[in-house]
């Protein structure tokens, strides 16, 4: 770096934001690019730590003092080369992960309380560098460098076209292996597509994603649901080795009286519809559910539950309410996020838990109890206690419930020895090979291993299971 003390002398800068009163009404990125100017002056923040904790933080283990040098030197597809090194996606996750809890957290300038902070000097602005890296190299016509790839007869079928399918198909391609994917979604993505709405990502963004896939080699079988419009047993007889990414989509219930009146919402079901509205993919007999006019509360603190508070803003409702069980400190999503849906018009109750949904014939509000924080559990996370006598109902015509995701074991996963763990997570630890499952021709990865996490780690596992695969095939 040209300065190492430039962090003294340039303050952390984000991309400029959209207003909020224009973001209420409509379903863009908020945040604008930054130009090459702004990019390098950010990137030359960093202080080049020889042990850098961001490194680390960051699931991928990106390179990023390293990418952030090429960007101050104005390397842009050395850079970008680079950052598809460690990252299948890293357009994406500049755009959607939490990085006040992963790399910038980890930041040494970072002074908002993760790790030991620098006098208060603002972490480098990681993410926003990583997209601004894969944007600008891709509008100046940048691909990935596919020159060096020996073509292998092999094939393998990809289930899912989520993060973590995506990552292991790029793994795979880039080692001379033909990934063909199976969706039962007619775009690539998973709940990048159906799920996270455009205000976080804009859809084009995986359009162009599958095109620079293809462009390398990987197939795509969209609309094709494994079970039902191919079997299992045909991956099986046609492919070398199977990847399973299949995500988790069983809804958590609260399992209190009142969720199933006519009003009560689940989360993805909601932000779906939204999509499909918006895209143009509804089918007939699907529900577009409009907030409009409606007083909306939302149930959870994750970032689903900020999703569905800012969607439903821009859909026009007359108010909307978040509560969650945990204070604002010990919720789960995105800190930024909470910022964003606040400046947006959310209204927030925290340590409110809900005990019933009211109403005859139809949501009418929601019964909630105080909390107080009590000691930690065995993860660490303090667990909330109703304080007695705390009662209240806050009126409501709509209640989104976001309370996460469990995985969804198909039927035929025992027909092919797959095991699945006391929570429904597919086993695919212990095998010879990385993300082996006890079937050794399946490989698995993602949510559906995990349990309900993150894009940055979906990606990580299906990479990861990638070169499990190719050591399973004998091509590493
Ligand atoms: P998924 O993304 O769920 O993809 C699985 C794919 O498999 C889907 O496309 C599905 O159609 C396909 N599939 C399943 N079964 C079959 C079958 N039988 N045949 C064919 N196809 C099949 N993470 C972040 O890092 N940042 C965020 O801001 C964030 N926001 C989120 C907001 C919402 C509303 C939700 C629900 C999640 C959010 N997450 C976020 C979490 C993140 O989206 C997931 O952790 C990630 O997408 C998991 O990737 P995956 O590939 O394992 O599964
Ligand atoms: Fe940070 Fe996520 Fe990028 Fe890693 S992948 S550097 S955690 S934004």
Known sequence: MSDVFQFMNIPRQDGAKTPAEVRRVEFKEIYAPMNPTQAGEQAGRCLECGNPYCEW??????????????????????????????????EVCG????????????????????????????????????KYISEEAFKAGWRPDMSHVVKTSKRVAVIGAGP??????????????????????????????????????????????REVLEGMGVEFRLGTEV?????????????????????????????????????????????????NHRLGFEKPGDDYHSMAGQRVVVLGGGD????????????????????????????????????????????????????????????EGVKLVTTELGPPDVRGRRTPVVVPGSEEVIPADRVIIAFGFRPNPQPW???????????????????????????????????????????VTAVFEGREAAEGILGYLGVW
């Open 304 to 363: 689903t539950a900020m999703d569905c508070n800012r969607t439903s803003i821009r859909q026009g409702a007359a108010s909307v309410t978040c509560a969650y069980r945990r204070d604002e400190k010990n919720m789960p999503g995105s800190k930024r996020e909470v910022v964003n849906a606040k400046e947006e018009g959310v209204q927030f109750l925290w340590n409110r838990q809900p005990v019933e949904i009211v109403g005859d014939g139809k949501v």
């Open 227 to 275: 079970g039902k419009d191919i079997s299992m047993q045909q991956l099986m007889d046609e492919y070398d080795a199977v990847f399973m990414g299949m995500g988790t989509y069983t809804y958590m219930k609260g399992g209190f009286p009142g969720e199933d009146l006519p009003g009560v919402l689940e989360a993805l079901p909601f932000l779906i519809s939204n999509v």
């Open 95 to 130: 755009r959607v992960c939490p990085q006040d809890r992963l790399c910038e957290g980890a930041c040494t300038l970072n002074s908002d309380g993760f790790g030991e902070a620098v006098g208060g000097f603002g972490a480098v602005t990681i993410g926003q560098i990583e």
């Open 57 to 90: 933080k960051c699931p991928v283990h990106n390179y990023i003092p390293n990418w952030l040098k090429l960007i101050n030197e104005g390397k842009l597809f050395e850079a970008a080369e680079l950052s598809h090194q460690t990252n299948s996606l890293p």
């Open 164 to 209: 973590a399918g995506l990552g292991c198909a790029d793994i795979l391609a880039r080692n001379g292996v033909t990934p063909v994917v199976f969706d039962r979604y007619d775009e690539i993505g998973g709940l990048l597509t159906f799920g996270i709405p455009e205000f976080k990502m804009e859809k084009w963004v995986m359009t162009r994603r």
């Open 413 to 455: 996963f025992t027909d092919f020895g797959i095991t699945t763990d006391q929570g429904g997570r597919v086993v695919a630890k212990g095998g010879q090979h990385k993300f082996q499952t006890a079937n050794p021709k399946i490989f698995a990865g993602g949510d559906m291993v995990r349990g309900s996490d993150l894009v």
